[in-house]
């Protein structure tokens, strides 16, 4: 979808700006519904000591308190990568309709994951609710450009989920 497309690019471009920002982690996030945007942000883990700050985190509760409710159904939510656990729970409580994200898995280095076994899309489908859709690889090689890729070999003390 063109709508798709073009969410996902302002997503790309929070994400982008992040990347001169000391200790903050490239991914951003746009909450869209009815073709406009809710909230837009990124990961503020690092710059506000707080791990639940991850970029989905930070636009749910903006969005929420940007419509003055505590669900976002009809929303879509946009992020430059696949969401984790912690994330995808967060959309499901606050009843977001779609999930679309750009890079997966397996095109970003393990250290973005915090379980290497578990595909956090299994909480999705194993939700409660059969009406929340996802899409991912939506502009995924240009997100994967973001983030360190999977042969890379990075010193431990880089890695965030070690």
Known sequence: ????????????????????????????CVIAR???????????????HDPTA??????????CASIAEDELRGATLYSTLQPCGMCSMASIWA????????AERHQVHRMYFEDRHLDTMDFIRDAFRDDLAVQGGVLGEECATLYHRPDERLPESEQGNV
């Open 54 to 63: 991850h970029a989905e985190m930070v636009v749910i509760r903006r969005a």
């Open 34 to 48: 009815d073709g406009a945007i809710l909230a837009e942000g990124r990961n503020e883990t690092g710059e506000n």
């Open 1 to 28: 979808m063109p709508a798709d497309l073009d969410f996902m690019r302002r997503a790309i471009a929070i994400a982008r700006d992040a990347a001169g920002i000391p200790g903050a982690v490239p991914i951003g």
């Open 95 to 102: 009843k977001v309709g779609r999930i679309v994200f750009g």
